[in-house]
């Protein structure tokens, strides 16, 4: 297992917050503390964890990019990395070893992709980033998302809170 210093994973937060796309009213040092809680218990837990789904017979693995990944790398490729636990898919131009040793590649290959799906989706609450970020997607009503989405969602909105103490500040802004 790797992990990273909590310091250092809030610092990374801090440092690396101002290249999160912009979400009115959300502060993204704080939405990047709380995703790295709900990952990876803000750097406890950094990984490689596999993901069955992305690996031969899983789900992802009749992606063709997938397949040459997997080629590549093995089950190195059907795993996620990092304080924020981005898929190694979804890190293009990284290698496992670099997403398990280089906190700032690491973050950088996280927020890239976060700032892809900000653009795709919309997100507009807390619970809208959680929702793309776990479920892949933003789920508008009247659509309810799975329970495990759901509780993925919650927790992101209490470190959210959580956050602001981490931190030393007294309000959100």
Not at 39 to 49: A, I, K, L, N, Y
Not at 150 to 159: G, H, P, R
């Amino acid at each position: 297992m790797i992990s990273w210093p909590r310091d250092a994973v809030l610092a990374a937060c801090r440092n690396y917050a101002p290249l999160v796309t912009p979400i009115a009213g959300i502060d993204t040092t704080l939405l990047l503390a709380a995703m790295a809680a709900n990952e990876s218990t803000v750097g406890v837990d950094c990984g490689p964890r596999y993901e069955q789904n992305w690996d031969w017979g899983g789900t992802y693995s009749k992606n063709p990019k997938q397949q040459s990944l997997l080629n590549l790398y093995g089950r190195a490729a059907a795993m996620s990395y990092g304080p924020l636990q981005i898929m190694f898919y979804n890190a293009p131009g990284c290698t496992p070893e670099e997403l398990n040793t280089n906190l700032s590649m690491v973050m950088r290959a996280s927020i890239e992709y976060l700032n892809n799906q900000i653009r795709e989706f919309d997100p507009k609450t807390v619970t809208d980033v959680g929702q793309m970020w776990n479920g892949g997607h933003v789920v508008r009503p009247p659509a309810v998302p799975s329970l495990r989405v759901q509780n993925y969602c919650k927790e992101l909105n209490e470190n959210y809170t959580a956050a602001t103490t981490w931190f030393g500040l007294v309000t959100v802004g």
